[in-house]
């Protein structure tokens, strides 16, 4: 409720006041006697009164437009995209752990490796083993970079949705009142930066296994050349008819 400043027509009935205050005499007098330093101390004395209240009545004023801002720096927001923030990101997580060939579980990754890519000193025997592990080699690269192109079109899913939020946010962080709103509209637009970095960190995680896996590939694919050809050509003593 917002107080009034007394009004200044209060003066002159002040005024009235004292001089019938003054000229009040007993019956018996017979004059009336007007003290004029008194009357001047009186009227000093209401106009200083007037000034207090007045004062009073602004520390009031003061006191609540500090508690309104105190309400409105305490006053929060609600962050309900930060669920579809954490879903998107599952996703790409998912992708990534269904990983064919050689995952990205670092514990097995040496294991896995070594069973495709066994390099000069696992070079099968046979043919049909040699064949058998060429194919399974050419099924892991597929596979490394069909799992690389699904979490690109995740990610591209993605983009659209943050395109939304983003807006969202924005609209949020331009309407925020106090500072609790201030700070929280930050944090939110921190967190779809933050998301959107993790994207492109999971992007580059399947693009550089399937470029390694392909460059592993044909690594061994010229080991085995190699050692096809050593198997053919025997000693490597040149045929001499007799």
Request: one cysteine or more; hydrophobic letters at 45%.
């Amino acid at each position: 409720m917002t107080l009034r400043r007394p009004s200044r027509r209060l003066i002159p009935i002040l005024l009235v006041t004292a001089a019938a205050m003054t000229f009040a005499r007993p019956a018996c007098a017979q004059f009336a006697v007007f003290d004029s330093s008194n009357f001047a101390q009186n009227l000093l004395t209401a106009e200083r009164t007037l000034t207090q209240i007045d004062n009073q009545i602004k520390a009031l004023q003061n006191q609540a437009t500090m508690l309104s801002n105190q309400a409105k720096n305490l006053t929060s927001f609600s962050f309900p995209e930060l669920q579809q923030l954490t879903t998107t990101l599952q996703k790409i997580q998912t992708l990534l752990t269904q990983a064919q060939g050689v995952s990205f579980n670092a514990s097995s990754i040496d294991a896995e490796f070594t069973r495709l890519f066994p390099g000069q000193g696992g070079t099968a025997s046979t043919t049909s083993a040699q064949v058998a592990a060429a194919q399974s080699r050419m099924a892991a690269t597929l596979a490394a970079f069909h799992q690389t192109m699904a979490t690109q079109s995740q990610i591209a899913e993605n983009v659209s949705a943050d395109a939304a939020t983003l807006a969202t946010l924005s609209t949020r962080s331009q309407s925020s009142q106090g500072a609790l709103q201030v700070a929280q509209a930050t944090n939110q637009l921190l967190a779809l930066t933050a998301k959107q970095q993790l994207q492109i960190q999971q992007m580059a995680a399947a693009q550089g296994r399937a470029d390694a896996t392909a460059a592993a590939t044909r690594a061994q694919a010229s080991i085995d050349a190699q050692a096809a050809t050593k198997a053919f050509l025997g000693s490597g003593s040149a045929y001499t008819p007799r």
